[in-house]
């Protein structure tokens, strides 16, 4: 464990560098602060708009920070050859992976609880001082889908250029958003439509289902147990995230760096 | 001496699957490293060096062939603890001081914390980088305070072999000349050093042995003393007396001579006493003169040239 954390300090340490990082930070953090604006231009929805804003900025912000922050943390190693230095220590090839993936995702962790900070602070202020927690849920389950999506991006990125990388990860990321085109062609009478509806059900990560600002936002799309509902989908991140690591992991000992 | 490197018949295979070619960056490479030697491995750009060393390194896989180090098969994470590397053109962690790099690279050798602070300044101060650099960022670092930062993360675990791929290349003659004396110290230190590197006169000075490697392939290994065997003798003589015959007959005695021009003079090269008394005698029956009889040292930049220049039939 000793090495895996030292490999994760120091990512996290080159990561935080990234001025990138800082910007879409600095951008997700202006959109929640827009919450109070547009809910002023519309009162009878305030608490809506900014409830609906800074959780979509959080999740905007997040998935950017994810993916820049993830698609570089392999590739620059073996680019400015400091993975050498590192490997041809007794280093196993899984330390080193893992070690890269838990200080990436601990990187988007403190960027995404600094910006559900700023987000739950503002909702504390202006709707009276009352705190909101079904949207540190949502905050929460954003969280669980960045780890998932940061799994999604190391396992490309062993196998295949950053810019590939961020096309690719940003691809699985927006069809795993499309539940309700998932549901449409599941349902499909066409054999084709309906295999490929199975293909992304069963193979493709469902990031829809971390999504459930709506339902947080309107309470007539209740869940009948959120808290089940919450710890259903974190294992899920969890688990689906093991998997691929896993693949990952026997992808990158074979790798010839 | 027990052998600390031991190569049989390693080959890499590169296969460009679109241009349907297959490269062969190293070439069934068989060679012994004695533990405490400094072994000179040398070869042009593109030789095989730094594919063999990675392949002994665990970082690329060989296509056919093995190897042992200390005793014990490559990439072996045991092996890994004794062992250490400095790549040629490394870009460390610039955000860190030397330091912390030291730090970072200890923590993945599991050195304990206080073992590990002790071995840090050891490193730092037998590579001579000043200590008030010591914990200022390595992106203000000059080339040679880069480079003795790189000695000093491969010193860190106190290697019985290292890996040290140009380590001096680049850098001003006084750092130059001071990492080549870091180099040549461990020796005394009984570490094994494999070198490689195109400072061929670094190389004479501080090796014990050699390898010269050419597409993949070994063209020659042994003691330095012995490559350097024999030395040359540059004749220059010139006459109005020295005839097309004689030149012949000079030819056959020694085919290495050049013409100089402005001399209007010849400069012969010959092997051995023999050969000189052979030359001189025959310009001189010829009423030509010898203008001078100077004995070169061979370097190893001229058996390099030469051994690299015959296989590739120049």
Known sequence: MGVIYAIARQTVREALRRKIMWIFLVIG?????????????????????????????????????????????????????????????????????????????????????????????????????????????????????????????????????????????????????????????????????????????????????????????????????MNAYIVQNIFYSLAYSAVVLAVAIILFDRREV | MATAISIQGLTKKYVDVWAKQEVIAVNNLNLEVQEGEIFGFLGRNGAGKTTTIKMLLGLIFPTAGDATLLGKPMGDNVVKSMISYLPEETYFYDSMSAWDLLDFYGRLFRIPGAERQRRIKLSLEKVRLQPEAWRRNIRGYSKGMRQRTGIAQALINDPKVLFLDEPTSGLDPIAHAELRDIVASLKDEGKTVFLSSHQLADVELICSRVAIIHRGKLLRTGQITDLLAGERTEIVVKGAGLSNGTLQNLRAITPDIEPLEELQALKLFSEDDNQTSAVIDLVRNAKGSVISVVPHKRTLEQVFVETVRKEEGL
């Open chain 1, 29 to 225: 953090v202006f959109l929640i602060s827009l919450g109070p604006v547009f809910g002023f231009l519309s009162p009878k929805d305030s608490q809506t708009v900014l409830r609906s804003l800074g959780l979509a900025a959080i999740l905007l912000a997040g998935l950017f920070i994810t993916i820049v922050t993830c698609i570089y943390l392999i590739p620059v190693e073996i680019e400015r050859r400091t993975i050498y230095t590192v490997l041809s220590k007794p280093v196993q090839r899984y330390e080193f992976l893992l070690g890269k993936f838990l200080g990436g995702f601990f990187t988007v962790f403190i960027n995404i609880a600094a910006m559900g900070i700023v987000f739950l602070a503002m909702l504390y202020f202006q709707e009276g001082h009352h705190i909101a927690p079904e949207m540190a849920r949502g905050v929460m389950l954003t969280f669980f889908q960045m780890l998932l999506l940061a799994a999604i991006t190391i396992f490309f990125s062993t196998i295949t250029t950053p810019v590939v990388n961020f096309f690719l990860s940003f691809g699985v990321f927006l069809v795993g958003n499309l539940s309700s085109v998932t549901d449409t062609l599941t349902t499909s009478q066409n054999k084709i439509a309906h295999g490929v509806g199975q293909f992304i059900y069963y193979i493709l990560p469902q990031f829809g289902n971390f999504n459930v600002q709506n339902r947080l936002i309107h309470p007539e799309e209740s869940i009948v147990n």
